[in-house]
């Protein structure tokens, strides 16, 4: 399942990055049960999907469905609501040196992985060359997400079940990030799409800004060397337990936490894969996936505590005998 074992798609025009990642939120990083093909190797650096990481292939990524998101309220809100579970294809990028690569360690075995996950498609230039013609190279576009896994961050495992009928994997994927909020599901979901999407549901909900930095093996080729933004959709299901009782509080709010700038931390589960026709602004390209994300723990900071946060943090060391500055110890621990 490499990269020339895949059937590209040449519709699309790359996207350009960012040249800072100022207001575009940081990366994600993700923990997952991944199922890979066998891997191919880069003989030359310039041949990088992802400088310094020298081998690529296609990998798959179950998303079990929480019960929650199966039930007609919130059913609707999935890219595929028919579909009992959902997985996800991955452009997966990571180093091997000094070893042998064997298919069979490798072709749709079990490896728990953690690396940098990029959910929208980004576009390579790939060289094929026909060896029934001239020596002029063959160039066609590999569009796809991508997985970033450095430090030889993966291991095999051997699947386990609790039950005869139990699948493999039955945990979601879990990811951490922090971003500016875009806006709360109000502004950006059609509100008819779902039975579950009452105003008090939409309040609870919105979209988090985050990219990645991506440097291909030659920077000046798509997907050029920057940061490149992509989107996630953040909810705390509220008609549905327990989150009916955690989010209590929330729910009492006039105003919705999901505040455009406010900065979101947060750790939490993968639920499954958002419809872009329920978004009032979906993204360009339809092999974008726009990640469910329900958080396990999280922090709502506000534009200007972000920014009192930044700055405390640029201050030069405090002298000797001098106090601190206030909320500097909070601060650093942001």
């Known amino acids: 399942m490499s990269a020339s074992q895949l059937d590209v798609d040449t519709s699309s025009s790359p996207r350009q990055p960012l040249d800072s990642q100022k207001n575009a939120g940081a990366d994600m990083s993700m923990m997952a049960f991944v199922q890979p093909g066998c891997p191919s190797?880069?003989?030359?650096?310039?041949e990088h999907r992802v400088k310094g990481l020298n081998a690529e292939t296609l990998a798959r990524v179950f998303l079990p469905t929480p019960s929650w998101l199966s039930t007609p309220e919130y059913a609707a809100i999935r890219s595929d609501p028919d579909n009992p579970s959902t997985c996800i294809f991955l452009s997966l990028?990571?180093?091997?040196?000094?070893?042998?690569i064997i298919p069979s360690e490798w072709t749709e075995q079990w490896f728990f992985m953690v690396g940098r996950v990029?959910?929208?498609?980004?576009?390579?230039?790939?060289?094929?060359?026909?060896?029934?013609?001239?020596?002029?190279?063959?160039?066609t576009e590999y569009t796809i997400p991508a997985l970033i896994v450095r430090d030889h961050s993966y291991q095999p495992v051997i699947p386990r079940t609790l039950g005869s009928a139990d699948a493999f994997?039955?945990?979601q994927p879990i990811v951490s990030f922090t971003g500016p909020v875009i806006g709360s599901g109000r502004d950006l979901l059609h509100g008819n799409s779902a039975a579950a999407l009452d105003d008090t549901q939409l309040s609870c909900c919105g979209f988090v800004q985050l990219s990645t930095f991506i440097c291909p093996g030659i920077p000046g080729?798509?997907?050029?060397?920057?940061?490149?933004?992509?989107?996630?959709?953040?909810?705390?299901?509220?008609?549905?337990?327990?989150?009916?009782?955690?989010?209590?509080?929330?729910?009492?709010?006039?105003?919705?936490?999901?505040?455009?700038?406010?900065?979101?931390?947060?750790?939490?589960?993968?639920?499954?894969l958002l419809d872009h026709q329920i978004m009032t602004h979906a993204p360009a390209f339809e092999q974008d996936y726009i990640f469910i994300v329900v958080p396990d723990t999280w922090t709502f900071l506000d534009r200007a505590m972000?920014?009192?946060?930044?700055?405390?943090?640029?201050?030069?060391?405090?002298?000797?005998?001098s106090a601190a500055p206030s909320g500097a110890s909070h601060a650093a621990c942001i």
């Open 221 to 272: 080729k798509t997907p050029f060397k920057g940061f490149h933004p992509f989107q996630l959709f953040v909810i705390f299901p509220i008609h549905a337990n327990p989150w009916t009782s955690l989010c209590k509080k929330m729910t009492e709010r006039h105003d919705s936490q999901f505040q455009p700038n406010a900065l979101l931390t947060c750790t939490g589960k993968i639920a499954g």
């Open 41 to 46: 190797r880069f003989a030359y650096q310039n």
């Open 169 to 171: 994997p039955a945990i």
């Open 118 to 139: 990029h959910p929208f498609a980004l576009t390579w230039e790939i060289e094929r060359r026909d060896s029934f013609e001239s020596e002029d190279d063959n160039i």
């Open 306 to 321: 972000s920014n009192q946060a930044s700055a405390t943090q640029l201050l030069p060391t405090t002298p000797k005998g």
């Open 93 to 100: 990028n990571i180093s091997i040196y000094n070893q042998q």
